[in-house]
């Protein structure tokens, strides 16, 4: 079946870096859609960013210019390299896959403390 599994989260000061991995397996990684989404309590889940199985990328507007995510085939695995960050970006971050249907991780928790 399918497996999305999230790594990388912790606490990190603002201005630091982060980088996410999200390593999949069940499909074939390769021809679909995957990226990110994050959520805090209270809110509603946010798209950070996706790329395509053309390499095409779209990022939410408030993560663009800091945040880069990349794919790798080779490995099933999906990134997201998040620099500059801010306390705005705190919350849980999920990976998901789109293929006839949306598949979530499990998340991983970012907290960027001020």
């Known amino acids: 079946q399918v497996q999305l599994v999230e790594s990388g989260g912790g606490l990190v000061q603002a201005g630091g870096s982060l980088r996410l991995s999200c390593a999949t397996s069940g499909f074939i990684f390769s021809i679909n859609k995957v990226g990110w989404y994050r959520q805090v309590p209270g809110k509603q889940r946010e798209l950070v960013a996706t790329i395509t199985s053309a390499y095409s990328t779209y990022y939410g507007d408030s993560v663009k210019g800091r945040f880069t995510i990349s794919r790798d085939n080779a490995k099933n695995t999906v990134y997201l390299q998040m620099d500059s960050l801010k306390p705005e970006d705190t919350g849980v971050y999920y990976c998901?896959?789109?293929?006839?249907?949306?598949?979530w991780g499990q998340g991983t928790q970012v907290t960027v403390s001020s």
């Open positions: 998901w896959l789109f293929t006839t249907k949306s598949y």
